[in-house]
């Protein structure tokens, strides 16, 4: 009586022990995403008073926009991290996912708009909201470009 449930007891941990190695395999496979290589690089830089935001843009094949911006503001922490997103017309909305000084642990995410005119771009001031914990533009309210702190004009992107 105790040989059957000893060898059911024994399959049945072989089995969970290989379901648990087939997922474990999977978060690896999907963690190994190919880096697609941009057809063309833009680099950005706007001042305002002792404000400076440095950004590089990269285009992607399928239109997508990714990069890096960078922002020193006078009297606060420096803050550094990725842009992605993609054109509407001549506005590109794009995430900004940052950290903010020497605090490596906690991440920041914003939404920003800027408007293209000519080689210059435009960063827009827009009405937020935050739903579970997630900040958008408020749907149907305008993004203003006109009234603005940082138009950023192309410069010669530096290598790092």
């Known amino acids: 009586m105790k040989t059957p449930l000893l060898f059911c007891l024994l399959f049945a941990s072989i089995g969970f022990q290989s379901c648990k190695k087939n997922e474990n395999e999977q978060v690896v496979n999907s963690k190994q995403i190919p880096v697609e290589k941009p057809i063309s690089v833009q680099c950005y830089k706007a001042l305002y008073e002792k404000d400076t935001i440095d950004l590089k843009m ?3 094949k399928n239109g997508k926009i990714t990069g890096d911006m960078m922002m020193k503001f006078f009297n606060t922490p420096q803050k ?5 997103g993609e054109f509407s017309g001549d506005t590109l909305f794009v995430s900004y996912t940052f950290i903010q000084g020497d605090n490596k642990k906690i991440t920041f995410k914003n939404p920003m708009a800027f408007l293209k005119k000519g080689e ?26 006109e009234s603005v702190k940082f138009k950023f004009t ?3 992107c530096v290598a790092e």
């Open 58 to 60: 990269n285009t992607l």
């Open 80 to 84: 550094v991290g990725k842009i992605a």
């Open 120 to 145: 210059q771009l435009i960063l827009g001031n827009g009405k937020m909201q935050t739903t579970l914990g997630a900040t958008y533009f408020v749907k149907g309210s305008p993004i203003d470009f």
């Open 154 to 156: 192309a410069v010669e």
